[in-house]
C-alpha cells in the first residue's frame, strides 16, 4: 500500500501542528474523497476548536504542495483526494456524490491522432457515472 497523506507529510519533515494533524487524519484511508464542509465535519469531531478558515486554508496548503487532489467531478462540491498516484479513474454516483477510485494500472482508451488538435498527450482520466450500491 503507497503512504498516507499523514505518512507522506512526516516524510517531508512537514511541521505538523494538531490542527494540520487533525485535517491529514480525516483524509486517511482508501477512496476517500471529502468536500471541504465534511473535512471540516470530521475534523472537528477529533479537535472541537478548529476553526472552519484553518481547516480550508490547510487543504488548500495541502493541495499546493501536491499532497492532495482537489477534484470537481461533478458538477457540485469540490473534493479533496489524498490518493496522488498519477492517474486514477473515478466512478462518480449520479445520485448521491459518492466518488470511488478506480483501480491503478486500468488505461484511458488512446486517442486516435486525428483529434490531437496539434496537442502532446500526456494523460487522460475517465469519470465513469452511475448509480452506487446504496442508492440503487
Ligand atoms: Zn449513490
Ligand atoms: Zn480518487
Redesign the pocket.
Known sequence: MSPSLLERLQARGYRLTAQRRAVAQVLEGENVHLTADEVLDQAQALLPEISRATVYSTLQQFTEMGELRELSLDGRSKRYDPNIAPVHHHLV?E????VFDVAHGIKAPTLPAAQHHGMAITSAEIVYQG??A??R
Open positions: 454516483c445520485s448521491c456524490g459518492s448509480t452506487c446504496d442508492c
